[in-house]
Nanobody, 128 residues
Framework: VQLQASGGGLVQAGGSLRLSCKAS????????MGWFRQAPGKEREFVAA????????RYAASVKGRFRISRDSAWSPVYLQMNSLKTEDTAVYYC??????????????????????WGQGTLVTVSS
């Protein structure tokens, strides 16, 4: 599946942004979706994930309580609502998808190698 992320931009600290991730085509398979981010000079890190049904979500500790991942259905775009943004949230944000990943009941956060499909990334810059 091809993914297209959008919604990035420049925002002041304390502000909000909403990212969107749209799949290129509807398929008969359902995908677990995730968001990762990569700041300059740093490794790509997990941000949030949502099951194909939307019933299970998971967040990195650094964004829990500030970010919300959502989807209306297995076929709808996936959104990442980011509130109370901090300068350390500045990064390129990538959406990702995988048919077989299950996040419910997992003790560990997903890692990038758990996802088979990736979008192109959208830049989020938070100014002080």
């Amino acid at each position: 599946v091809q993914l297209q992320a959008s919604g990035g931009g420049l925002v002041q600290a304390g502000g909000s942004l909403r990212l969107s991730c749209k799949a290129s085509a509807r398929t008969s398979s359902s995908y677990t979706m995730g968001w990762f981010r990569q700041a300059p000079g740093k490794e790509r890190e997990f941000v949030a994930a949502i099951s194909y049904s939307g019933g299970t979500t998971r967040y990195a500790a650094s964004v829990k309580g500030r970010f919300r991942i959502s989807r209306d259905s297995a076929w709808s775009p996936v959104y990442l609502q980011m509130n109370s943004l901090k300068t350390e949230d500045t990064a390129v944000y990538y959406c990702a998808a995988d048919r077989t990943l299950v996040i419910a009941g997992s003790l560990d956060d997903p890692v990038s190698t758990d996802f088979s499909s990736w979008g192109q990334g959208t830049l989020v810059t938070v100014s002080s």
